[in-house]
């Protein structure tokens, strides 16, 4: 810390007696926290003494800020379907963007909406108008102001007994910092000044790599020990390769607009005797005229099967065992279980003789390795997989959980891509499996910045 | 997948079993199954509709506890139903078939209406590539399958008291609202008996012909714009309809001539024990496959290592000798298959584009950074704030903050300090991942390196040592030199090969709600693909 920054901070607290943290730290322009370690290191120094009390207390989030301006949302909602008569969800989604949600649940809870559902949709229904304000809320209740992120819990730390020594008055021949030019001057004979090293400022932060990037890594070594070759594509890929190679018809309903995410403009689609292979094996296995023109629209992939299939078509040789641990898309309400980005562990493997007995060898072992040892298996099934199967692993605190889907790709999508062996296929929603693996209950979590997260010593 | 109700009570009286063998049996012919009340709610996979209905349930459970399926009988019903040629133009393909001597309950029409509107819904994808409609046919003694004008004859649809012509019931009734774009011009389909109205195809049926517990013979439709659908519709019906009463065909008359509907074709396969038994991992013998297809409703008969495969009516995702595999599979229980890893022989190995990540990530880490990783889809508002430009944007969003493909790693590494901007400073963060930027008429993907340093006072100085270290560390020759960037400060920002190192500009700072001076450098690792896209 510079002597100026000390200066400044003695300067500020002159004769007070007591001072709290943030009053300083305004005053100053210097974070809290920054604040409070160059008190810390001051202290040491025997610049100030002090002692520390903390308060909690309360104060109003950004929400809370918000709603002071545009008003609580269930009022919100009242008023607009007082105004506008009973809407649906989707209706109210559009007017009152994200605080939709928070204005359905709590007018519902509060009893100045309900819901109803008439053919397949869902109607929100007045009432009786919101009496409530965000004052009587800030005032009287508490504990919902907090549940709903309106207020937050602060600790006040006030300083006091405060005793600081004029900068000028220290000795200026007692030597609180080393340096160079004291130990070459021979000024250190003059003494130095102690420091009580059991006063410890806070701990270092040091550099982390990502805890979710690790464990994809880690799964990543586990297949490569395995003897699997890691192969990446593209993530903007024609539906060709994400749905048709793949022997997924064109009216699939995965392939509707409500479950893909598309990207505007038209791919191409390189090999074009390839194409042709697949439009006959839709044509005769489904019974319907093939469209290259839906073939070449752009989606973000939604599975990496897709990976696979490109790689079976580029590579000959035999035997294969290639693995993706990579990004999906899909069209999905983002909620603590869902997102529209995450990762899936895909793999393959390719050579005469497969048999599904080794497709649950393979499933076994990867289970075993992430640390399941108990794996069931039952049918299911896949559109590009058959037969197909869905491994099940057992968790020490969740239970049984849905983890290993895999299956023998169809004849209808290796014939196209002339391969003739066998292919062990899996598909594993890996991030969902890091979840349970962290004991993280909202997939959010995952795309996580905040620093003091990141850098819990448990991840 | 599909998800239907059906009686609990029921489906154990049908099929014999016990709760808990119900409960276990349901995963191993792919159906999960959730107990609410006395209800059984199932969902099914896509390529078993017959098993949505509370009799093709637990025909499919009875045959898999008692080896084999009971065989369909089927008479002739010497009633008149005739197709104008008028319908081929829009729901051409037509089935049809009588139930007899049915005895149904309340409950037993509300599962089967239940079904009807699941399939409506997910099979025939809300009723446009095909529709059901069953009907009380006491009295019924000819049917028609034809088109009329929208004004031309009037009656009382079903939820109705009031007589309409066909327009009105497009506008006055929910149904017609809901359905009444899949009429073409003033062109209705009707089906009419020698009683009145039955129906108005894939719109709503009649309150003539409606289902009571005092019908005692059913005429049940089926009719769509597409074959297979149809078809596939159809074996699903009779299947579930041959559980409350005796299934009677019927001669259709066409313009061109008699056909026997429905047709239900049994699909023969050949099937050999040798490759079953391959393709499972398993040394498996004739009988043993035998009893296993005949758990699974198939038909058999082995002749040495052959085995003749007859697949029921209703089973159309059967194509092949894989799918038969699959039955096996089912019918044998797949704890007979002890999983097996073959001595394949391969080396692991990590992409170069992987390993140069991990090589920066590792390096910026032991720097003293903390990574984030943050998605790929971003708010093109965030993006084109700080880069200038419009980014490529996804078409079909869920929301404005993941509405197109971020362009570069600074816009993240920004907003991540802002959600830190309470906590110790200095605060450094990394991110090495993918990002898409527009080319000519081209999308390209790379692997981008983007680093930042926050505190409350810190000069771009502070942050070039580390750009240097990543660089050795590279063997980049950075080749620098000075340049302004719309998001530094103006004199504060420099360019080289692969990317840019700057102190962000305060009006870029502070669109962020961020107060508190950055340095930060940002580099395309590697260039992955070049995606085509055509406008």
């Known amino acids: 810390m510079s002597s100026e920054r000390a200066r400044a901070i003695l300067k500020a607290i002159g004769n007070l007696k007591e001072f709290k943290l943030e009053t300083l730290s305004h005053a100053l322009g210097i974070p809290e926290a920054t604040l409070a370690s160059a008190l810390e290191e001051m202290k040491q120094k025997g610049l100030i003494d002090f002692k520390i009390k903390e308060e909690e207390t309360y104060e109003v989030t950004e929400r809370g800020a918000k709603y002071r301006v545009e008003g609580l949302p269930e009022n919100r909602l009242t008023s607009l379907l007082k105004e506008k008569g009973d809407m649906e969800i989707d209706e109210i989604k559009d007017r009152l963007g994200d605080e939709a949600n928070a204005a359905i649940s709590w007018a519902i809870k509060k009893g100045y909406a309900y819901i109803k559902k008439e053919s397949g949709r869902t109607i929100v229904c007045f009432k009786s108008d919101s009496t409530d304000t965000l004052d009587d809320l800030l005032s009287k209740n508490i504990g919902e102001a907090l549940q709903r992120g309106i207020l937050r819990r602060k600790i006040v730390k006030t300083y006091y007994s405060l005793i600081t020594k004029p900068y000028d008055q220290i000795n200026p021949n007692t030597i609180t910092r080393l340096t160079h030019d004291d130990i070459i001057s021979g000024r250190w004979k003059n003494g130095m000044k102690p420091y009580d090293l059991s006063v410890f400022p806070q701990a270092t932060r040091g550099g982390k790599k990502n805890f979710f990037e690790e464990f994809l890594s880690w799964v990543r070594e586990i297949l490569e020990d395995m003897g699997f070759q890691e192969s990446l594509a593209p993530y903007i890929e024609t539906e060709f390769w994400n749905f048709d190679a793949l022997f997924q018809a064109q009216d699939h309903p995965a392939r509707e607009m409500h479950d893909v995410l598309y990207i505007e403009g038209r791919g191409k689609i390189e090999d074009k005797d390839l194409m042709m292979r697949v439009a006959k094996e839709h044509e005769m296995g489904w019974g319907y005229s093939w469209s290259e023109e839906k073939a070449s629209s752009l989606v973000l992939r939604s599975q990496n099967t897709a990976v696979s299939a490109r790689f079976l078509a580029e590579h000959k040789e035999r035997p294969i065992k290639m693995y993706s641990v990579d990004r999906v898309f899909r069209k999905d309400e983002i909620d603590q279980k869902h997102h529209i980005e995450f990762y899936q562990s895909e793999g393959i493997v390719v050579d005469k003789d497969l048999s599904l007995a080794n497709l649950l060898g393979f499933l076994t072992q990867f289970a075993k390795e992430l640390g399941f040892d108990e794996v069931r298996f039952y049918p299911s099934y896949f559109p590009f997989t058959e037969p197909s199967v869905e491994g099940y692993v057992k968790h020490p605190v969740l239970g049984w959980m849905e983890a290993l889907p895999g299956g023998v790709l169809r004849p209808e999508v290796t014939r196209p891509l002339g391969t003739n062996e066998p292919v062990l296929a899996w598909g594993i929603g890996i991030s969902r499996l890091a979840m349970a693996m962290f004991g993280l209950s909202d997939i959010r979590l995952l795309y996580s910045s905040d620093v003091d997260f990141l850098l819990e010593e448990d991840l | ?535």
């Open chain 2, 1 to 535: 997948m599909p998800t239907n109700k059906l009686s609990l009570s029921k489906l154990l009286f049908d099929s014999g079993l016990s709760k808990k063998e119900l409960l276990d049996a349901l995963p191993l012919l792919k159906v999960s199954g959730e107990v609410i009340g006395d209800e059984l709610e199932v969902e099914v996979t896509p390529d078993r509709p017959d098993l949505l209905g509370q009799k093709g349930l637990s025909k499919a459970l009875r045959a898999y506890f008692t080896g084999s399926d009971e065989k369909l009988k089927t008479n002739i019903e010497p009633i008149k139903v005739i197709q104008d040629e008028g319908t081929f133009k829009q729901r051409g393909y037509f089935q049809g078939f009588f139930v007899n001597s049915v005895t149904l309950d309340y409950d037993d029409i509300k599962r089967l209406m239940g079904l009807q509107e699941i399939l409506h819904r997910s099979f025939c994808r809300d009723r446009s590539k095909a529709s059901i409609g069953i009907h009380d046919a006491e009295g019924i003694s000819e049917i028609r399958y034809t088109v009329v004008k929208g004004d031309s004859l009037k009656f009382v649809p079903l939820g109705d008291s009031r007589e309409m012509t066909p327009k009105e019931i497009l506008s006055l009734t929910d149904k017609g609202t809901k359905y009444g774009s899949l009429v073409k011009d003033d062109e209705f389909l009707i089906l009419v008996s020698n009683k009145g109205v039955m129906s108005m195809p894939p719109i709503i049926n009649s309150a003539y012909t409606q289902v009571s517990p005092s019908t005692k013979k059913l005429f049940v439709d089926v009719e769509g714009s597409d074959a297979r659908s149809v078809d596939l519709i159809t074996g699903v019906m009779i299947r579930e309809m041959s559980g409350y009463g005796t299934i009677s065909r019927v001669m259709l008359r066409k313009p061109e001539g008699e056909v026997l509907i429905p047709q239900l074709p049994e699909k023969n396969y050949e099937l050999s024990v040798a490759s079953v038994s391959k393709k499972l991992g398993l040394s498996l013998t004739g009988d043993k496959v035998a009893e296993a297809l005949s758990r699974m409703g198939h038909c058999t008969n082995l002749l040495g290592e052959k085995l003749d495969v007859f697949t029921p009516y209703y089973r159309f995702d059967v194509m092949g000798e894989v799918d038969l595999v699959e039955d096996v599979m089912m019918g044998l229980g797949l704890k007979e298959i002890v999983p097996s890893i073959p001595n394949t022989y391969t080396i692991g190995r990590r992409s170069a584009v992987t390993s140069l990540r991990d090589k920066i990530r590792e390096r910026l880490a032991n720097l003293g950074y903390v990574e984030i990783s943050m998605t790929l889809l971003s708010d093109k508002n965030l993006q084109s704030t700080v880069y200038g430009k419009n980014p490529i944007n996804v078409k079909n969003p869920v929301s404005s903050s993941y509405d197109s493909l971020r362009e570069g790693l600074l816009p993240d590494l920004l907003q991540a300090l802002f959600l830190n901007k309470k906590k110790r400073m200095p605060l450094k963060l990394f991110e090495v991942g993918p990002v898409i930027t527009k080319g000519e008429g081209q999308a390209i993907q790379k692997i981008t390196a983007a680093a930042a340093i926050s505190d409350y006072s810190v000069s771009v100085e502070d942050i070039q040592g580390d750009l240097l270290n990543v660089a050795k560390r590279l063997r980049l020759n950075l080749n620098v030199r000075p340049k302004d960037l719309p998001f530094a400060i103006p004199g504060r920002s420099a360019v080289f090969d692969s990317g840019w190192i700057a102190e962000v500009s305060p009006e870029i700072l502070l669109k962020f709600n961020y107060e508190f001076p950055v340095v930060a450098f940002e580099f395309t690792a590697t260039t992955q693909f070049k995606i085509d896209i055509i406008q």
